[in-house]
């Protein structure tokens, strides 16, 4: 493991304007992108270009197949930042040549051929994972596949306990379904390995369990910052403490 650091990060000094990558933030399942809204002022006030991508969430192929569409269009560095499930996402879109650094927030890094299920099967189970309802989408012509979302009663204490209530209610309404099939599949290319990777670890989430993202992460070498009381919903709940991180590691990318 790169480091291990359990404080906050503190500000440090704004980029140069010719050194600046551009930051793509990666939402999770069952969410949007207006998830990261608090995390893109942050990293306004720093100086950073920010776009937060709209995930498919429609498998893991199709959605890194997209991401890789949209980094194919900027030019420039690119900070790569992925939640939860977004980690996937970006640790296979993230092999792309003008990525300089990820970033995982509140995510698992697998490995190339390691699925969630795989993954998950080594530790105790979220309680999440059993709550969520599923329903079935067309995917063309005649066929079915399952998506899954968090039912509003199950938002706020297991994905947002951090938050309001009725920020939680807000956020549950906002969601987006997600494929049941990104729970079985897997990564071709794991980008971590040869890229730099920052690891957000969030200790009272209950979500995606904690001793996953730490073990993955370490498993990565990432730079790792813990949030002891953060739940899964830190983009929301802690905007200032990620957009450091993701700050950091564009300081680190610009710096070489």
């Not at 404080?7 to 010719?18: D, E, F, N, S, V």
């Not at 709550?131 to 994905?159: I, M, W």
């Not at 969601?175 to 690891?199: G, L, N, Y």
């Not at 670890?201 to 995606?208: E, M, N, P, Q, S």
Request: hydrophobic share 45%.
């Amino acid at each position: 493991m790169r480091k291990a650091d359990t404080a906050m990060p503190t500000p440090g000094p704004t980029l140069r304007p010719a050194a600046r990558p551009t930051v793509v933030l990666v939402h999770d399942g069952c969410s949007d992108a207006t998830s990261w809204v608090g995390v893109v002022a942050e990293l306004h006030r720093r100086g950073l270009t920010v776009l937060a991508a709209a995930n498919p969430l429609r498998g893991l192929a199709h959605d890194a197949a997209y991401l890789g569409s949209v980094l194919a269009g900027i030019d420039g560095p690119v900070v790569l930042v992925g939640h939860s499930y977004g980690g996937a996402v970006i640790t296979e879109a993230g092999a792309a040549p003008n990525v300089v650094a990820l970033v995982y927030v509140a995510a698992y890094l697998p490995e190339a051929g390691e699925s969630y299920q795989a993954l998950a099967d080594g530790f105790t189970p979220s309680p999440l994972i059993p709550r969520l309802r599923r329903t079935v989408y067309a995917t063309g012509g005649s066929g079915q596949a399952g998506e899954l979302s968090v039912p509003g009663d199950c938002f706020g204490p297991l994905v947002a306990a951090d938050l309001d209530p009725e920020v939680a209610r807000v956020l549950a309404a906002l969601q987006r379904p997600v494929a049941e099939r990104v729970f079985t599949d897997a990564p071709t290319a794991a980008a971590w390995r040869t890229k730099p990777s920052w690891a957000l670890v969030t200790g009272a989430d209950r979500a995606l369990p904690p001793p996953v993202q730490r073990f993955t992460a370490q498993r990565a070498g990432a730079t790792v910052l813990e949030l002891p009381e953060a739940s899964h919903a830190v983009a929301v709940s802690q905007p200032t403490a990620v957009a450091e991180l993701i700050h950091d590691a564009a300081r680190s990318a610009a710096a070489g």
